[in-house]
């Protein structure tokens, strides 16, 4: 399942939208409310590598011809609305 170059996207974009909630709904408010700032500090820190390796895992969709442009752009979008990349999981599943 996750061996093919659509399976890495999914797997990828499913680890980083973990990455995102966690980042929005636990380590913000840790940062903004609890007033501990490391909770972003370390939590951002992953969910950048995470999100770097889910472009990546995109880009290499792309380019060996597994995803269209469209699908592409949209999987780029979909790391930026949280809940996102789950949704678009489903629309690759039949990849």
Do not use: C, Q
Request: aromatic fraction near 12%.
């Amino acid at each position: 399942m996750y061996r093919t170059p659509v399976g890495r996207v999914r797997l990828s974009g499913l680890i980083e939208g973990a990455s995102f909630l966690v980042l929005l709904f636990i380590a913000m408010p840790l940062k903004y409310a609890a007033d501990i700032p490391e909770a972003v500090s370390v939590v951002g820190m992953l969910h950048g590598i995470l999100f770097v390796l889910y472009l990546i895992a995109i880009a290499n969709a792309f380019f060996v011809r597994h995803l269209t442009f469209m699908k592409s752009l949209l999987a780029v979008g979909a790391a930026f609305i949280p809940f996102g990349p789950f949704l678009l999981d489903k629309k690759l599943r039949n990849e």
